[in-house]
């Protein structure tokens, strides 16, 4: 059989679909199985264990005639589909691909995903419910062994706190103000490491100019190398972002902070088994204070 898998999304979105991943690799193990997704995950997912084939996105506009008919080409020839996206995008992906065995909401699909509650669970709930109408009823704690072996960027302490200052870049309502995790890292009796994209930069300045001995390692990770380096955390503290959700599938202690603009419920990260981490909620970041991450943390 030939399976195309649909994922892209956010770095939170691919790994909440890790068990998925997983799951349809127990299904088809004899399967050619291709993963669809955009360009940053590609390196990553690559050197997972479950595809066989990875494929970029475009996402032409539905005026680009010349791309489309190449995605036209890359979504035919499989035996099924397992749209894990479920996008407005994706699901008009069902016309181009040409196969009614697809598992989606796509209308004339074979595996429809017809609960109209869909969108009110959460993404691991969602996308379990959508893969056990296609026949897979279970889905295990990913191997995510590969992910461990990864070599290390640089050394780091045998125990540390991780922090996650950072979010989506268009969501700043998500973020505890980066002093409080200054003032926590002062006050923590372990090291800490500062984790983050290069754009990042700044919140880890503003944290070690409060805890100068917290290692600075925003922008110079992969994905890959940040999986690993948050393996050996003692425990990892941070807003909802994708790298907490890294965290949590890799079984490290979390604590995750979530303002009002987002819902745990639906998309708090989860691990490996399926159980939640700490969450911490205040309707507004700017009034969660230190001392109440700290209890959290014990």
């Given amino acids: 059989m030939k399976i195309l898998v649909i994922r892209h999304g956010a770095l939170g979105d691919i790994v909440s679909s890790m068990p998925a991943f997983a799951a349809i690799r127990a299904q088809h193990r004899a399967a050619a199985i291709t993963l669809l997704t955009t360009a940053p995950f590609a390196p990553f997912l690559a050197a997972s264990p479950w595809f066989d084939r990875l494929m970029i996105d475009e996402k032409p506009a539905l005026w680009d005639i010349a791309r489309l008919i190449r995605l036209r080409?890359?979504?035919?020839?499989?035996?099924?589909?397992?749209?894990?996206?479920?996008?407005?995008?994706?699901?008009?992906?069902?016309?181009?691909?040409?196969?009614?065995?697809w598992s989606g909401i796509a209308r004339g699909a074979r595996f429809f995903h017809a609960n109209p509650e869909r969108d009110r669970m959460h993404t691991r709930e969602r996308i379990e419910e959508q893969l056990a109408i296609a026949g897979i009823a279970h889905l295990p704690a990913p191997d995510l062994s590969w992910l461990r072996a990864t070599p290390l960027p640089c050394a780091l302490p045998s125990s540390f706190a991780a922090l996650i200052p950072g979010a989506a870049p268009h969501r700043p309502e998500k973020r505890w103000p980066t002093a409080r995790f200054g003032t926590l890292a002062a006050q923590l009796?372990?090291?800490?490491?500062?984790?983050?994209?290069?754009?990042?930069?700044?919140?880890?300045?503003?944290?070690?100019?409060?805890?100068?001995?917290?290692?600075?390692?925003?922008?110079?990770?992969?994905?890959?190398?940040?999986?690993?380096?948050l393996a050996h955390a003692t425990i990892a503290i941070g807003n909802d972002t994708g790298p907490m959700h890294l965290a949590a599938a890799l079984d490290v202690p979390c604590v995750v902070l979530f303002s009002g603009a987002s819902d745990p419920a639906l998309t708090a990260p989860r691990m490996p088994d399926g159980n939640w981490p700490t969450i911490v909620r205040a309707r507004d970041l700017a009034d969660l204070a230190v001392a109440d991450v700290v209890a959290a943390m014990q």
Avoid: K
């Fill in 189 to 229: 009796r372990m090291p800490t490491v500062i984790f983050g994209t290069t754009a990042e930069r700044d919140l880890a300045a503003e944290i070690r100019r409060i805890a100068p001995a917290a290692i600075d390692l925003t922008g110079r990770t992969s994905i890959a190398e940040l999986a690993s380096c």
């Fill in 73 to 101: 080409r890359c979504l035919t020839g499989f035996d099924r589909v397992y749209d894990l996206q479920t996008s407005a995008r994706s699901t008009r992906y069902f016309r181009l691909a040409s196969t009614p065995n």
